[in-house]
């Protein structure tokens, strides 16, 4: 039951953002009595901090799957990065505004997943990349790391791409493969290549 | 005598930021009397004002000089973003800060020199170096240009980039070179090798 509470509650998040729902919208959307939601939550900024706890842990874990489908470390950032985006794409953009703001708990674990876990997965990605001579040796592991982080954030951000001009998801797709080609040696390129051939069948994607 | 007073302020507001210069620090700098100053100057912030359109048209001028004297866009785009990076070096980082919130009129050339001026010059670049197939032709020209000119904002990102990580020069480098080797194809990364061997002569290029 709480499981199921939780990923209703996510989409709704999700769709709406978290502000404007309550309660009673869960118990409803659910169908379930507000009695049976307060056994397993004692308020909304319960039900947020975990069901972002719950989304990040489901996270780590399609990253470790990612990590052990994946051939070789290229393959592996185009894997977490289409699984990222392909999330991000469903998300109301105010969400994470809320959550900065009005639910502290959740953002606290929400800023640990990024600056621990996924800081550290890029780090590591990128160590195996020049180890296997896939990267560049001059790359500074600690800057692309933080480059790249931050180019996940920017994608949404209206300042820097305004709508009008560019579509988000545009914007994702050429961000990412524009760092990974950054990062390249010749020899890693010829495998890329065949990457992105092998792949990308969404419309958008296929040309690049 | 106008040029002069405005080189020595810049100087002043470089170094210092312009908020604790007083008119009586830039006359006494320059050994004139403050009657001399408010002769070309009608209070600071017009100093400021005409400070910033001295230094963006000197810009201007010296992106046109880079464009002459380059072979080709790659060479050039290496040349811009060394003179930039020279010329931020020596700028104390509040500078910006203090124009932003105490300076409109300073601050709105300063803003339209971005966005037309520097926004444009990038996207002529990128579109001459798709012309030459020197970068991929999958890249988007807006979301590149856009992408380089955050790029140079966001080197001095403390938030991003944390001081004690990493130092700000090499955080320039990484995200220059990065930003090109990512736009380049196979024969673009020929000539950009031949460039950084030839170019860089500064230790912390030298890697790249």
Same mark, same amino acid.
């Given at each position: 039951?709480?499981?199921?509470?939780?990923?209703?509650?996510?989409?709704?998040?999700?769709?709406?953002?978290?502000?404007?729902?309550?309660?009673?919208?869960? #118990?409803?959307?659910?169908?379930? #009595?507000?009695?049976?939601?307060?056994?397993?939550?004692?308020?909304?900024?319960?039900?947020?901090?975990?069901?972002?706890?719950?989304?990040?842990?489901?996270?780590?874990?399609?990253? #470790?799957?990612?990590?052990?489908?994946?051939?070789?470390?290229?393959?592996?950032?185009?894997?977490?990065?289409?699984?990222?985006?392909?999330?991000?794409?469903?998300?109301? &953009?105010?969400?994470?505004?809320?959550?900065?703001?009005?639910?502290?708990?959740?953002?606290?674990?929400?800023?640990?997943?990024?600056?621990?876990?996924?800081?550290? #997965?890029?780090?590591?990605?990128?160590?195996?990349?020049?180890?296997?001579?896939?990267?560049? &040796?001059?790359?500074?592991?600690?800057?692309?790391?933080?480059?790249?982080?931050?180019?996940?954030?920017?994608?949404?951000?209206?300042?820097?791409? &305004?709508?009008?001009?560019?579509?988000?998801?545009?914007?994702?797709?050429?961000?990412?493969?524009?760092?990974?080609?950054?990062?390249?040696?010749?020899?890693?390129?010829?495998?890329?290549?065949?990457?992105?051939?092998?792949?990308?069948?969404? &419309?958008?994607?296929?040309?690049?």
């Amino acid at each position: 039951m709480k499981e199921r509470i939780l990923l209703k509650a996510e989409a709704l998040f999700w769709k709406f953002g978290t502000r404007s729902i309550t309660m009673d919208d869960i #118990s409803r959307d659910i169908g379930i #009595s507000k009695k049976t939601l307060y056994q397993h939550f004692t308020d909304k900024d319960d039900i947020v901090y975990q069901v972002m706890l719950y989304r990040l842990d489901k996270n780590r874990e399609n990253v #470790s799957c990612y990590m052990a489908m994946a051939h070789d470390p290229i393959e592996e950032i185009l894997l977490a990065s289409e699984m990222m985006r392909q999330h991000l794409a469903e998300m109301n &953009p105010a969400l994470w505004i809320d959550v900065q703001r009005h639910y502290p708990r959740a953002w606290e674990v929400c800023t640990e997943f990024k600056e621990k876990f996924l800081l550290e #997965s890029i780090r590591n990605n990128l160590k195996r990349g020049i180890e296997q001579a896939l990267y560049r &040796p001059e790359i500074d592991v600690e800057i692309m790391a933080r480059l790249r982080m931050e180019l996940i954030r920017m994608a949404f951000d209206t300042d820097v791409f &305004p709508r009008g001009v560019t579509a988000m998801i545009e914007v994702q797709i050429q961000l990412l493969h524009h760092f990974v080609r950054g990062i390249l040696t010749e020899k890693g390129i010829l495998i890329y290549n065949q990457y992105v051939k092998e792949h990308q069948n969404d &419309p958008a994607s296929t040309t690049l």
